[in-house]
DNA sequence: TTTTTAGTTTACCGATCAGTACAGAATGTT
DNA sequence: AACATTCTGTACTGATCGGTAAACTAAAAA
């Protein structure tokens, strides 16, 4: 096999960060090139499908990282663990509030309705992984899906205010908030 | 004055619709045209700065109802009447969670930049009203200021959750649990 | 009724869009 | 060395981008 400067899985990090900045519809093909360093036949070599592949690719690297820094986190190890273990993955993972959800980004547009189906997937996969272990925790059915939902919804909100204000502080009060409600049911 | 069809202030909601379902990079300039029934000509006579001078317009507008509906009952009204009505007007706005914000979703990729102080401006704005009430409500200054930025971000992330489930459980419970949270300061 | 102003339509501009074609360079494999 | 495969750069396509120009219609003001 031929190998040059780059393989397609060292390619995708770098159109995350293009899709990030710019969002699908305005990452367009000549800033995916600048920022991946490659031209287009390059690109169209890798990802053959264009832009939806791309992006395609991008949230399927998303959800592996996910599925083994927090989703399996939260079903394998003890319940405490495992929600402590994805506390600090969110908390690397978003850099503390500088770095956005892409997944929660494109839930917003019309985006959504092209990845409806990863997009779905990612937030009902770690709702119900986080809910799992809450209850293993010693929350009732009910209730720990409520919790697993209002801790997404904490998460993502603190996301876009922190960006909205330019200020982490958001973002780290509600991850000092989660861990104090997501240890015991008496909340 | 000669008047025809539409005045200015009738195709702003048309416009934000647009941008909210297309984000500000993918609301083109036809699909503009498309949504608010005019020609590029018509567009460019109520708005000569184009597309930015349209999603400003849309901003304020956006901002302007705010204030009247949600930021001038949280400083005038009495503590706990001030957030109710903010409950109720934030549920009728984003429709039980099947609208989204459009600040919010302009927060989050570099269209932020380009409209940095009113995206900073409504949430700081927004903040500080909900704090000034839940002070007078007896919370802590500290303490207020923590609840009114963890009360924003349960609501931005709700938007994002529910749009990105299909589901307007997410949205529905926030508000439920806010109703509750800001109630007393003895949470 | 004539004039002025407000608003609309249409055609057009250069730039950029996503995507393609293909020749050639880099890297195996034999 | 010869060859095949993988990858890259460049030039190109037709379509659409945001924006402009100007002739035009409608209606209010004189």
Redesign the interface.
């Known amino acids: 096999m031929a190998r040059l400067v780059a393989e397609r899985a060292d390619v995708i990090p770098l159109l995350a960060e293009a899709f990030?900045?710019?969002?699908?519809?305005?990452a367009s093909l000549s800033r995916l090139c600048e920022k991946t360093g490659l031209g287009k036949g390059s690109l169209y070599h890798f990802f053959p499908g264009g832009k939806e592949e791309m992006a395609g690719a991008v949230l399927g690297e998303i959800s592996h990282w996910f599925e083994r820094q927090v989703f399996q986190p939260l079903d394998n190890l003890p319940p405490a663990e495992g929600v402590g273990a994805m506390l600090a993955a969110v908390d690397a993972y978003f850099q503390s509030g500088r770095r956005?959800c892409l997944?929660?980004?494109f839930?917003?547009?019309?985006?959504?309705d092209r990845f409806?189906m990863a997009?779905?997937g990612?937030?009902?996969r770690w709702q119900q992984a986080l809910s799992g272990a809450l209850q293993r925790l010693g929350f009732a059915d009910v209730e720990a899906d409520?919790h697993a939902?209002?801790a997404?919804?904490?998460?993502?909100?603190?996301?876009?205010?922190s960006?909205?204000?330019?200020n982490e502080?958001?973002f780290r009060?509600?991850i000092t908030?989660l861990t104090a409600q997501l240890r015991l049911p008496g909340a």
Chains 1, 2 share one sequence.
Do not use: C, H, K, W
């Not at 839930?107 to 959504?112: F, H, V």
């Not at 997404?152 to 205010?161: D, R, T």
């Not at 960006?163 to 330019?166: E, I, K, N, Q």
């Open positions: 990030r900045a710019y969002g699908y519809e305005g956005i997944v929660g980004a839930a917003l547009d019309d985006t959504r409806a997009v779905n990612y937030f009902t409520r939902r209002a997404l919804s904490m998460i993502q909100g603190a996301l876009v205010l960006r909205a204000l330019g502080q958001p009060d509600t908030a």
